[in-house]
């Protein structure tokens, strides 16, 4: 069974928001750093956002004051709130757990959630 399940994906309009969860497994989430990736099309695969076991985060710089990561420990589910969507944003997203510090991702991936910003 899968253990990272990323969801939520959808065509949105500039700027509008966009929220997209992953489920984790608890034996997971407790003791790893969960990050959300993203692959436009022809583009390599680039990390844009993680937050560890401990609540710290960091971000890319092309993300960075529009997107929040954010976990709930609860529902052992890692969101991903877009805000201000652009087409440029447009790209199938993903979450992994991430090696720390090569933030490079340590399962395989899954289907990814198609985020399209146009109008």
């Known amino acids: 069974q899968a253990q990272l399940v990323e969801s939520g994906g959808g065509l949105v309009q500039p700027g509008g928001p966009l929220r997209l969860p992953c489920v984790v497994s608890?034996?997971?989430?407790?003791?790893?750093?969960i990050g959300w990736y993203r692959q436009a099309p022809g583009k390599q695969r680039d990390l844009v956002a993680t937050?560890?076991?401990?609540?710290?985060?960091i971000y890319a710089d092309s993300v960075k004051g529009r997107f929040t990561i954010s976990r709930d420990n609860v529902e052992n589910t890692v969101f991903l709130q877009m805000n201000s969507l652009q087409p440029a944003d447009t790209a199938v997203y993903y979450c992994?757990?991430?090696?720390?510090?090569?933030?490079?991702?340590?399962?395989?991936w899954g289907q990814g959630t198609q985020v399209t910003v146009s109008s």
């Open positions: 608890r034996s997971i989430s407790r003791f790893n750093t």
């Open positions: 992994n757990a991430v090696k720390i510090p090569d933030r490079t991702p340590l399962f395989r």
């Open positions: 937050i560890s076991s401990g609540g710290s985060t």
